[in-house]
């Protein structure tokens, strides 16, 4: 019998965990339950036997209730019988309206066999002693004053009397009867109510010996094993031999025998942890590229690998114990090396690149970066330090920026350049092109010789004046600094334009230009931009035909944009020099040689249209004929409606200059002369005064109060602005024509500034014209 015990212990202490934690907490829970359902039978059982006792109290009340509504009713019309006032038959009312719902209560509480029975023989009687109230009352009212002394009246008394008498004994007889039906339940409620404490004591008993139980198999089998596991952990955290723990198979077993083999496992990781440190030491000694030392978190050097002394030129017994400023320039060494250990240690890493000195004193360009070291608990521990000498790409970045600021300081004097270009070749161009459209304004007046030279001039001029605009535009595009002013543009109105513009040209040669219905698509383009581009294909399309040929404009809708296409019947271009095509300067071909032009058309045409979003390109004519197919696509403006623009100033009709005057300011003597001569012969009524200097200008505008300013922007001592911002502030009511030779001129933002027209020179005489009228017919302020 001794063995027994110990067998049942070691059967115990093999049982997996979750086996004895259900154990432990079955046998309470079971206790539980059993008595919560020993609990909820027993109040089940005192909940009925209640619901029983309350149920013969309210029976016991609605028999009572039938009795006295009877009672009522019966007094109710022998009031009404003797008096004849209605005012009797109210509880005779009353009991008919509540007699039958009580009486439906009484059958549905009812449960009893002899109460049923009684409850039957108390309905029979209540219906007699009913009817018998209602013949009473009912004789009543046909019988007058005297019905009291009528037998039948008498008799009817009579009989009510007994029937209500025999309904009290049957009454009498059922309260009795549910008296002993009370008394009965009474005493079942009673008899459950003990049963209950019993039953609840009894479980309560089995529960406490149920959990005594559980928490003796747990201690004995589980908390004594877990202190040896505990103990065996602290010995672990030594790094102390862990003993074998006694065998067995349950989870706290094998946890032992796991911390034993953790143990061994251990010892031996930590001489290969010795072994691996001491191969990374010689590693890390061994890297020659790079200088990898460790610091202390003062910044004493700690470690110095072969790396370190490669760049920097100290061995490790110079250096070790030293603090890392050392391989700071010396106006560095007070705030820089403090402030790369403090970033560190802030963020755990700090990158920075600079001078850095060797032993010899000699400097290098180092990128370093700074880790801090922190133990488990994350104290500063130190600081490791990798440096890289990466003094040939800094020289290289060096070289690199120059090269980058050569190139655009060579940009911006190749812009300048160009610009003085431009207004030193506008200059002279408005003095030649201005003589040559007075000449031209002469018409049948001058010989026949003199006309065709004045055309000769004007085209030479215009030619050279296109050369100018186009190197200014690609030069612009060059350096970004092309303003283009995207809208939604109808296409068909500046195809229209377009072509309007090359009749003249087209007509020369009697070369007919087709426009295909373009109505409807508008693009998102800037409009003179893309009259540019048009103007520029359309005068190719002509220039580079044959004798009466034929132009075709067609425009195409696809995927969100629409698509031009100028074809023409001339020689076209060869495939082979086709790449070629949107070269600046390239002009291919053997009409090249004989057709005049610049070369930078096309080239102009790719970088405007691209700049504005989109494509442009060549093919051969779709049908295989000889001639050129020259197309571009833009982006579509959808659902955008174009603004509207307005239509340029008529000259006013019937203009009389005279009483006028018009002050003219400009340096240049040939443009002087320009302008009286056009005064002259468009505007002779009209005083015209004229200053070479800014200054001069100023004090002849203050003297004469002129009706128009034709202002040039430079002037020798004063610029144009300066005199505009004085006539804006002294004589505001003046307008101010700009004449000048910068190209484009910022025309909104001299308005802006009290310019009331600008223009560029060279200057189209019409429309100088134009506009000076139109200001001179002004209704003075």
Same mark, same amino acid.
């Given at each position: 019998?001794?063995?027994?015990?110990?067998?049942?212990? !070691?059967?115990?202490?093999?049982?997996?965990?979750?086996?004895? %934690?259900?154990?432990?907490?079955?046998?309470?829970?079971?206790?539980?339950?059993?008595?919560?359902?020993?609990?909820?039978?027993?109040?089940?059982?005192?909940?009925?036997?209640?619901?029983?006792?309350?149920?013969?109290?309210?029976?016991?009340?609605?028999?009572?209730?039938?009795?006295?509504?009877?009672?009522?009713?019966?007094?109710?019309?022998?009031?009404?019988?003797?008096?004849?006032?209605?005012?009797?038959?109210?509880?005779?009312?009353?009991?008919?309206?509540?007699?039958?719902?009580?009486?439906?209560?009484?059958?549905?509480?009812?449960?009893?066999?002899?109460?049923?029975?009684?409850?039957?023989?108390?309905?029979? #009687?209540? $219906?007699?002693?009913?009817?018998?109230?209602?013949?009473?009352?009912?004789?009543?009212?046909?019988?007058?004053?005297?019905?009291?002394?009528?037998?039948?009246?008498?008799?009817? #008394?009579?009989?009510?009397?007994?029937?209500?008498?025999?309904?009290?004994?049957?009454?009498? +007889?059922?309260?009795?009867?549910?008296?002993?039906?009370?008394?009965?339940?009474?005493?079942?409620?009673?008899?459950?109510?003990?049963?209950?404490?019993?039953?609840?004591?009894?479980?309560?008993?089995?529960?406490?010996?149920?959990?005594?139980?559980?928490?003796? +198999?747990?201690?004995?089998?589980?908390?004594?094993?877990?202190?040896?596991?505990?103990?065996?952990?602290?010995?672990?955290?030594?790094?102390?031999?862990?003993?074998?723990?006694?065998?067995?198979?349950?989870?706290?077993?094998?946890?032992?025998?796991?911390?034993?083999?953790?143990?061994?496992?251990?010892?031996?990781?930590?001489?290969?942890?010795?072994?691996?440190?001491?191969?990374?030491?010689?590693?890390?000694?061994?890297?020659?590229?790079?200088?990898?030392?460790?610091?202390?978190?003062?910044?004493?050097?700690?470690?110095?690998?072969?790396?370190?002394?490669?760049?920097?030129?100290?061995?490790?017994?110079?250096?070790?114990?030293?603090?890392?400023?050392?391989?700071?320039?010396?106006?560095? *060494? $007070?705030?820089?090396?403090?402030?790369? +250990?403090?970033?560190?240690?802030?963020?755990?890493?700090?990158?920075?690149?600079?001078?850095?000195?060797?032993?010899?004193?000699?400097?290098?360009?180092?990128?370093?970066?700074?880790?801090?070291?922190?133990?488990?608990?994350?104290?500063?521990?130190?600081?490791?330090?990798?440096?890289?000498?990466?003094?040939?790409?800094?020289?290289?970045?060096?070289?690199?920026?120059?090269?980058?600021?050569?190139?655009?300081?060579?940009?911006?004097?190749?812009?300048?350049?160009?610009?003085?270009?431009?207004?030193?070749?506008?200059?002279?161009?408005?003095?030649?092109?201005?003589?040559?459209?007075?000449?031209?304004?002469?018409?049948?007046?001058?010989?026949?010789?003199?006309?065709?030279?004045?055309?000769?001039?004007?085209?030479?001029?215009?030619? +050279?004046?296109?050369?100018?605009?186009?190197?200014?535009?690609?030069?612009?595009?060059?350096?970004?600094?092309?303003?283009?002013?995207?809208?939604?543009?109808?296409?068909?109105?500046?195809?229209?334009?377009?072509?309007?513009?090359?009749?003249?040209?087209?007509?020369?040669?009697?070369?007919?230009?087709?426009?295909?219905?373009?109505?409807?698509?508008?693009?998102?383009?800037?409009? !003179?931009?893309?009259?540019?581009?048009?103007?520029?294909?359309?005068?190719?399309?002509?220039?580079?035909?044959?004798?009466?040929?034929?132009?075709?404009?067609?425009?195409?809708?696809?995927?969100?944009?629409?698509?031009?296409?100028?074809?023409?019947?001339?020689?076209?271009?060869?495939?082979?020099?086709?790449?070629?095509?949107?070269?600046?300067?390239?002009?291919?071909?053997?009409?090249? !040689?004989?057709?005049?032009?610049?070369?930078?058309?096309?080239?102009?045409?790719?970088?405007?249209?691209?700049?504005?979003?989109?494509?442009?390109?060549?093919?051969? *004519?779709?049908?295989?004929?000889?001639?050129?197919?020259?197309?571009?696509?833009?982006?579509?403006?959808?659902?955008?409606?174009?603004?509207?623009?307005?239509?340029?100033?008529?000259?006013?009709?019937?203009?009389? %200059?005279?009483?006028?005057?018009?002050?003219?300011?400009?340096? /240049?003597?040939? /443009?002087?002369?320009?302008?009286?001569?056009?005064?002259?012969?468009?505007?002779?009524?009209?005083?015209?005064?004229?200053?070479?200097?800014?200054?001069?200008?100023?004090?002849?505008?203050?003297?004469?109060?002129?009706?128009?300013?034709?202002?040039?922007?430079?002037?020798?001592?004063?610029?144009?602005?300066?005199?505009?911002?004085?006539?804006?502030?002294?004589?505001?009511?003046?307008?101010?024509?700009?004449?000048?030779?910068?190209?484009?001129?910022?025309?909104?933002?001299?308005?802006?500034? %009290?310019?009331?027209?600008?223009?560029?020179?060279?200057?189209?005489?019409?429309?100088?014209?134009?506009?000076?009228?139109?200001?001179?017919?002004?209704?003075?302020?």
């Amino acid at each position: 019998m001794s063995a027994f015990p110990s067998r049942v212990a !070691r059967w115990w202490a093999d049982r997996p965990l979750a086996t004895k %934690g259900l154990v432990v907490v079955a046998v309470p829970l079971l206790a539980l339950i059993a008595a919560i359902v020993a609990l909820t039978l027993v109040g089940r059982a005192e909940a009925r036997a209640e619901q029983d006792v309350r149920l013969t109290i309210a029976i016991q009340t609605d028999v009572h209730e039938v009795h006295a509504l009877l009672a009522e009713a019966a007094s109710g019309v022998r009031g009404y019988l003797l008096t004849g006032e209605p005012r009797f038959l109210s509880p005779y009312v009353r009991a008919e309206a509540a007699l039958p719902a009580v009486l439906d209560r009484l059958r549905g509480r009812i449960r009893d066999r002899q109460a049923a029975e009684r409850l039957r023989r108390i309905e029979r #009687l209540t $219906a007699r002693k009913r009817a018998g109230l209602a013949a009473l009352r009912e004789a009543r009212g046909a019988g007058g004053p005297a019905i009291l002394g009528r037998a039948d009246i008498l008799q009817a #008394l009579t009989a009510n009397k007994a029937v209500l008498d025999a309904l009290r004994l049957e009454i009498a +007889l059922m309260q009795d009867r549910e008296r002993e039906l009370l008394a009965e339940r009474r005493a079942q409620a009673d008899a459950v109510h003990r049963r209950g404490l019993l039953v609840t004591g009894l479980t309560g008993l089995v529960g406490l010996a149920g959990s005594l139980f559980a928490v003796f +198999l747990f201690s004995s089998g589980i908390v004594r094993r877990v202190q040896r596991l505990e103990r065996d952990a602290v010995l672990l955290a030594r790094g102390e031999a862990v003993d074998p723990a006694p065998p067995a198979r349950d989870e706290v077993g094998q946890l032992a025998a796991r911390l034993a083999e953790a143990s061994a496992l251990l010892r031996a990781r930590e001489q290969a942890l010795r072994d691996s440190e001491e191969r990374f030491r010689l590693v890390v000694e061994g890297v020659r590229d790079y200088g990898i030392f460790a610091l202390d978190p003062d910044g004493i050097v700690t470690s110095w690998n072969a790396g370190a002394e490669r760049i920097k030129g100290w061995t490790a017994d110079e250096i070790l114990g030293r603090h890392f400023s050392v391989f700071y320039p010396e106006d560095q *060494r $007070a705030e820089r090396p403090a402030r790369n +250990l403090a970033e560190a240690a802030a963020n755990g890493r700090a990158e920075d690149e600079g001078w850095r000195v060797r032993k010899d004193g000699s400097r290098f360009w180092a990128n370093v970066v700074i880790t801090a070291l922190r133990d488990e608990a994350g104290t500063l521990r130190g600081f490791s330090k990798i440096t890289r000498d990466i003094t040939e790409r800094r020289r290289a970045e060096e070289a690199l920026d120059a090269a980058r600021l050569e190139a655009e300081e060579a940009s911006a004097a190749k812009s300048a350049f160009l610009s003085r270009m431009s207004h030193e070749l506008r200059t002279p161009l408005n003095a030649i092109l201005g003589f040559a459209q007075l000449l031209e304004l002469e018409g049948d007046a001058l010989p026949p010789g003199q006309r065709a030279a004045a055309d000769q001039i004007l085209r030479a001029g215009r030619h +050279l004046l296109t050369l100018i605009d186009e190197v200014l535009d690609i030069a612009r595009i060059e350096a970004g600094k092309l303003p283009l002013d995207l809208e939604p543009v109808p296409l068909d109105v500046v195809i229209a334009e377009a072509v309007s513009l090359s009749g003249p040209q087209a007509r020369g040669r009697a070369v007919s230009i087709e426009v295909a219905d373009a109505t409807g698509a508008t693009v998102l383009a800037d409009r !003179r931009r893309l009259l540019q581009v048009l103007l520029n294909l359309l005068s190719n399309a002509v220039k580079y035909n044959r004798d009466g040929g034929r132009v075709a404009v067609a425009v195409e809708r696809r995927d969100g944009e629409a698509q031009v296409a100028v074809t023409d019947t001339g020689l076209g271009v060869e495939p082979a020099v086709a790449g070629r095509l949107f070269r600046p300067f390239e002009r291919l071909g053997e009409a090249a !040689r004989t057709a005049e032009g610049t070369g930078l058309g096309l080239a102009l045409s790719r970088s405007l249209v691209e700049a504005m979003g989109g494509a442009i390109g060549w093919k051969p *004519r779709p049908d295989g004929a000889p001639g050129a197919c020259f197309w571009f696509r833009l982006p579509l403006a959808a659902d955008v409606v174009a603004p509207a623009r307005s239509p340029e100033p008529a000259t006013p009709a019937g203009f009389d %200059g005279r009483g006028r005057t018009i002050l003219l300011i400009e340096d /240049n003597l040939a /443009n002087a002369e320009l302008i009286e001569a056009l005064a002259a012969r468009c505007w002779p009524d009209v005083r015209l005064l004229a200053a070479m200097q800014a200054r001069i200008g100023l004090a002849m505008a203050r003297e004469h109060r002129p009706d128009l300013v034709l202002l040039d922007l430079h002037l020798p001592d004063e610029s144009g602005a300066w005199v505009l911002d004085r006539l804006r502030a002294e004589m505001p009511t003046v307008p101010v024509l700009l004449l000048t030779a910068d190209a484009p001129a910022a025309r909104a933002d001299w308005r802006a500034r %009290g310019a009331r027209a600008v223009l560029t020179k060279p200057v189209d005489l019409g429309a100088l014209i134009r506009a000076a009228e139109e200001l001179l017919a002004e209704e003075p302020a």
